[in-house]
């Protein structure tokens, strides 16, 4: 009876052992896919701002309306407006 008890404590801590090398594993991999996810936006803002500086050749004038004509087109309303 007394090793049996001994058998089912011994197999809950390693258990439990288990059960938090997952949990501090899962956290890790959490953390790499914030830090790939990030990873992957400046990749593709540094793309954008490379085509941005490729494209535009027109005035100052012109380029100003353009980045205002672009931020008009991604607002999003709020409420009844």
């Known amino acids: 009876m007394f090793s ?7 197999q809950a801590r390693s258990f439990a052992a288990y059960s938090d090398r997952l ?8 953390r ?3 830090l790939a996810d990030e990873n992957e936006s400046l990749w593709q ?3 954008e701002q490379k085509e941005m500086d490729n494209l535009w ?8 309306s353009e980045v205002s004509d672009m931020m008009v087109r991604q607002m999003k ?3 009844d407006a």
């Open 4 to 10: 049996t008890i001994k058998k089912l404590l011994s």
């Open 23 to 30: 949990n501090k594993i899962e956290s890790k991999l959490e």
């Open 32 to 34: 790499f896919e914030k």
């Open 45 to 47: 803002y540094l793309d």
């Open 57 to 64: 050749t027109g005035t100052s004038e012109e380029f100003e």
């Open 77 to 79: 309303t709020q409420g």
